[in-house]
């Protein structure tokens, strides 16, 4: 599902969120509403995004209805501030219970998110592999997979016909074919307003990674810079959608013909189909250089709880009912309302709206080319990392220095997590 910002949520620093402190008092009235009116038990609180699908905050509150041991507040966070709310509000006495996030090792450092072990161990070899090690410090787990959210290109075969253009497998390709689709009317390619949602896959299709198993940095390379000068071209092209009036989580650009081909999530699928039919396609992020390899970057969310808390056990035995009992809300989530893996095996194998058309195809990129989140590359790298985009792609900055002023950054907040 989207997240207003999705990956843009790890490129904002979470040390931001400290400003949001003042106005925390207020945040418990935000969207709250557990969807009945009386309860027994203990009273809990979780805090969700406001997803873009419709129908997404009426599950969350008809599952939490349907728990009978606790009366289970939510509140539903609108605007682009989730992030900042959550974190202003875990420094408060009203603090939530629960609450959904990405894996950030400076959570799990500081103790702020509970160690869930016990509750996923009986049912740990039916999880994605990928998303136990992803929520895994010194062999403990703290958090839970919600959705996977893989993200890749999607294309309009017809324009991509018409302009007699393949599907592009490296980045040459790719500037090449959005030159070739560009008309008055129609863009050739839309990477997000700013190009911050594909700099993982940027890292990733230069055949390097954000940091290594001995986290130390690793994204810095002959092939990243490579890529980030073609960006520098692609950008200046004027063939690239800029200033869209949504961001890529949302369809509308592709959907209303403003581009040929754009960067998105799977959980955007059924949308893109109801309004292209059969005139849709999708594509990994290209390579990059000689040693490159195509990517796909498998977000998603994951559910915590809050160790600092005052139920930390009535929490845990929530999240244990809904998200490792109640398999049919789990599926629920995930194809309903949008497009999305079930990070479960067994779940996944049965989620027949996946098994067949551009859905199969979108869980066979996740498998082909999916990179999943590194628990220890956390949002202060990941900011870092974004002013290099910025810096280089955007503002034809030199992306050696770019990317030296980037390592020094990384390298005091790995100091801070490594020693």
């Known amino acids: 599902m989207s997240a207003l910002s999705n990956t843009n949520w790890?490129?904002?620093?979470?040390?931001?969120?400290?400003?949001?402190?003042?106005?925390?008092?207020?945040?418990?009235?935000?969207?709250?509403?557990?969807?009945r009116s009386s309860g027994s038990g203990d009273a809990l609180t979780q805090y969700f995004h406001a997803y873009g699908e419709a129908g997404t905050e009426q599950a969350i509150k008809k599952y939490a209805a349907a728990y009978k041991k606790a009366n289970v507040n939510t509140n539903w966070i609108t605007g682009n501030n989730f992030e900042s709310a959550l974190f202003a509000a875990l420094l408060t006495k009203k603090a939530p219970d629960v609450f959904e996030f990405h894996p950030q090792l400076q959570l799990v450092k500081s103790g702020q998110v509970a160690d869930l072990t016990d509750l996923i161990d009986p049912v740990k070899d039916d999880f994605n592999p990928n998303d136990i090690k992803s929520h895994t410090?010194?062999?403990?787990?703290?958090?839970?997979?919600?959705?996977?959210?893989?993200?890749?290109?999607?294309?309009?075969?017809?324009m991509f016909e018409k302009a007699k253009v393949e599907v592009p497998t490296t980045l040459d390709e790719l500037i090449e074919a959005a030159a070739k689709l560009?008309?008055?009317?129609?863009?050739?390619?839309?990477?997000?307003?700013?190009?911050?949602?594909?700099q993982n896959p940027i890292i990733w299709s230069a055949g390097a990674d954000t940091i290594n198993e001995k986290n130390e940095i690793a994204y810095h390379t002959d092939g990243v810079v490579e890529g980030l000068k073609q960006l520098r071209q692609l950008f200046t092209s004027g063939n690239?959608?800029?200033?869209?009036?949504?961001?890529?989580?949302?369809?509308?650009?592709?959907?209303?013909?403003?581009?040929?081909?754009?960067?998105?999530?799977?959980?955007?699928?059924?949308?893109?189909?109801?309004?292209?039919?059969?005139?849709?396609?999708?594509?990994?992020?290209?390579?990059?250089?000689?040693?490159?390899?195509?990517?796909?970057?498998?977000?998603g969310w994951s559910i915590f709880v809050n160790a600092k808390g005052k139920n930390v056990e009535a929490a845990k035995e929530y999240v244990k009912w809904l998200w490792i009992d109640q398999t049919q809300y789990q599926e629920d989530w995930a194809?309903?309302?949008?497009?999305?893996?079930?990070?479960?095996?067994?779940?996944?194998?049965?989620?027949?709206?996946?098994?067949?058309?551009?859905?199969?195809?979108?869980?066979?990129?996740?498998?082909?080319?999916?990179?999943?989140?590194?628990?220890?590359?956390?949002?202060?790298?990941?900011t870092a990392f974004a002013e290099v985009i910025s810096s280089s792609v955007r503002k034809n900055g030199n992306p050696e220095a770019a990317l030296d002023t980037?390592?020094?950054?990384?390298?005091?907040?790995?100091?801070?997590?490594?020693?």
């Not at 040390?15 to 949001?20: C, D, R, S, W």
């Not at 560009?182 to 594909?198: C, P, Q, R, Y």
């Not at 082909?368 to 956390?378: S, V």
Request: charged residues 20%; positive net charge.
């Open 10 to 35: 790890n490129r904002r620093n979470v040390l931001q969120a400290a400003m949001g402190l003042a106005a925390a008092g207020g945040l418990a009235a935000c969207g709250g509403n557990t969807g």
């Open 406 to 419: 980037c390592d020094k950054k990384v390298n005091v907040e790995l100091k801070k997590l490594f020693g």
């Open 335 to 382: 194809t309903s309302y949008g497009f999305h893996i079930p990070p479960r095996t067994s779940i996944a194998n049965k989620a027949s709206k996946l098994k067949t058309g551009l859905p199969a195809e979108g869980v066979k990129l996740f498998t082909d080319y999916g990179h999943f989140d590194n628990i220890a590359y956390d949002q202060t790298m990941q």
């Open 137 to 158: 410090v010194d062999g403990k787990v703290y958090g839970i997979r919600m959705i996977d959210d893989p993200q890749f290109f999607y294309y309009r075969k017809s």
């Open 182 to 198: 560009t008309t008055s009317k129609v863009k050739g390619a839309f990477l997000g307003n700013d190009f911050t949602a594909i």
């Open 240 to 299: 690239v959608l800029l200033d869209a009036p949504t961001d890529f989580w949302d369809p509308s650009s592709l959907n209303q013909g403003l581009c040929a081909m754009q960067w998105g999530g799977m959980w955007s699928m059924p949308a893109m189909q109801q309004a292209l039919g059969d005139d849709l396609g999708i594509f990994p992020f290209p390579k990059i250089g000689s040693a490159g390899k195509q990517s796909v970057y498998n977000g």
